[in-house]
């Protein structure tokens, strides 16, 4: 049997850190606004395939985070509208 790694047992911490610094220097770099600009839809179609991709990715989640919870009927609205939309379109056996 292989020993343990004991620098990534329960996480990499150096990899971590690494991401951490980079996205500090990212928000602090003045280029987030043009970034998000630049990963909007370019058509009303890409618009429309992301938000159905957003909402597939949802399907499968355990839900959002109840500290969250600011916009609770909305959320049971969209949740309704997943729901048919997920029905529809699902072509799983």
Same mark, same amino acid.
């Given at each position: 049997?292989?020993d343990?790694?004991? $620098?990534?047992?329960?996480?990499?911490?150096?990899?971590?850190? #690494?991401?951490?610094?980079?996205?500090?220097k990212?928000?602090?770099?003045?280029? $987030?606004?043009?970034?998000?600009?630049?990963?909007?839809?370019?058509?009303?179609?890409?618009? @429309?395939?992301?938000?159905?991709?957003?909402?597939?990715? @949802?399907?499968?989640?355990?839900?959002?985070?109840?500290?969250?919870?600011?916009?609770?009927?909305?959320? #049971?609205?969209?949740?309704?509208?997943?729901?048919?939309?997920?029905?529809?379109?699902?072509?799983?056996?």
């Amino acid at each position: 049997m292989k020993d343990k790694d004991k $620098v990534h047992g329960e996480g990499n911490y150096a990899a971590s850190r #690494e991401y951490d610094e980079a996205a500090r220097k990212f928000a602090q770099s003045g280029k $987030v606004d043009r970034a998000a600009r630049n990963a909007a839809p370019s058509s009303p179609q890409q618009a @429309k395939d992301m938000e159905r991709a957003e909402k597939i990715g @949802k399907s499968r989640s355990k839900g959002e985070d109840p500290e969250l919870d600011e916009g609770a009927e909305d959320e #049971e609205a969209l949740d309704q509208d997943l729901d048919d939309d997920i029905d529809s379109t699902d072509t799983r056996p």
